[in-house]
């Protein structure tokens, strides 16, 4: 919105109030992970002589649905001592309006992130799992196969050593129990 001597609303109000790069805030968190309850409220110090913003922030469980979460903002515009305060509340609270919206929106791409990282270090460990399992499974066949050869040897090694041993002994009349 420009005015008749071209100046924009936002060059009007810096005129009035002064400018400022640098903003700062106030803000009490309270945290209850038994309640699974958490509140953030946050006061502007900057142009606080002009301009108190006072906001209100809680995430609850949904009351019907344990598995979401349930995000409440609030903002209090107050403005003093400047000209056309009522229209500078306005533009104010549009601007906080339109920021909740990115701030949800921003929420919503984190948790998108977070739960795709965490599906993809289910798969790695269920990959990780599974290759484990399989070189277990080997490791064990060979060993199976490795004592399997070792009786078949020792097996052929003391059949032969009795049939050795027979061959060196006399036969008599006697029979000879066969092994």
Not at 31 to 51: D, E, S
Not at 76 to 85: A, E, F, H, I, R
Not at 92 to 107: M, Y
Request: aromatic share 4%; charged share 25%; net charge positive.
């Amino acid at each position: 919105m420009k005015g008749r001597l071209g100046l924009t609303s936002r060059s009007y109000l810096l005129k009035i109030v002064g400018s400022t790069n640098i903003c700062y805030a106030s803000e009490r968190s309270e945290v209850n992970p038994q309640a699974k309850y958490m509140v953030m409220k946050t006061r502007n110090l900057t142009l606080c002589r002009f301009v108190a913003v006072d906001e209100t922030v809680s995430y609850e469980s949904h009351p019907q649905d344990p598995t979401k979460t349930l995000l409440k903002q609030e903002a209090m515009v107050t403005v003093q001592g400047v000209p056309l305060n009522s229209y500078v509340e306005d533009m104010l609270t549009s601007k906080i309006s339109l920021n909740a919206g990115k701030g949800r929106q921003a929420i919503e791409w984190v948790i998108s992130k977070i739960d795709a990282e965490v599906k993809e270090l289910a798969n790695s460990a269920v990959k990780s799992t599974d290759e484990l399992l399989m070189q277990t499974k080997k490791s064990l066949d060979e060993i199976t196969n490795s004592a399997r050869k070792s009786m078949d040897d020792i097996s052929s090694a003391a059949k032969k050593s009795l049939d050795d041993l027979q061959n060196l002994t006399p036969r008599t009349n006697q029979n000879l129990p066969k092994f």
